[in-house]
Nanobody, 125 residues
Framework: QVQLVESGGGLVQAGGSLRLACAFSGRSFSTYNIGWFRRAPGKEREFAAAISRSGGRTSYSDSVKGRFTISRDNAKMTVYLQMNSLNVEDTGVYYC??????????????????WGQGTQVIVSS
C-alpha cells in the first residue's frame, strides 16, 4: 500500500521561500513518477510540477516555471518542491501524487493513482 505525506507548508511573506516535502511509504518508490498539485481557495486543483522516476525529467506549469524546483531523493523516498519568489496567488493546499505509467503529459489528475492529504501554504502580502 502506497502512502504519501506532505509537509513543509506554512505562512510566508510574499517574496519568500518554502520547501515542501512528500514522503513516500510502500514499495518501489523508484518506479513512480511524482507530481505536485495545488488548490487555491475557491478554485479547482491544478498541476504545478512533476518529476520522473529517475529524476531525469521534470515538468512545470507556466505559473510556477522559473520559481519552483522539483527534486527527489530515492534513497530517502522523498520528493521536494522548492518554492521561491512566492506571491499571494501561490496560496493554497499543496498535494503530492504518484503514478507508475510511462512519462508523458503529467498534468492530468486522472493519471495519478495515489494522493497525499495536502499541506497548507499561505502567502501574505
Amino acid at each position: 500500500q502506497v502512502q504519501l505525506v506532505e509537509s513543509g507548508g506554512g505562512l510566508v511573506q510574499a517574496g519568500g521561500s518554502l520547501r515542501l516535502a512528500c514522503a513516500f511509504s510502500g514499495r518501489s518508490f523508484s518506479t513512480y513518477n511524482i507530481g505536485w498539485f495545488r488548490r487555491a481557495p475557491g478554485k479547482e486543483r491544478e498541476f504545478a510540477a512533476a518529476i520522473s522516476r529517475s529524476g531525469g525529467r521534470t515538468s512545470y506549469s507556466d505559473s510556477v516555471k522559473g520559481r519552483f524546483t522539483i527534486s527527489r531523493d530515492n534513497a530517502k523516498m522523498t520528493v521536494y518542491l522548492q518554492m521561491n519568489s512566492l506571491n499571494v496567488e501561490d496560496t493554497g493546499v499543496y498535494y503530492c501524487a504518484a503514478e507508475s505509467k510511462l512519462w508523458g503529459r503529467q498534468d492530468p489528475e486522472g493519471i495519478y493513482d495515489y494522493w497525499g492529504q495536502g499541506t497548507q501554504v499561505i502567502v501574505s502580502s
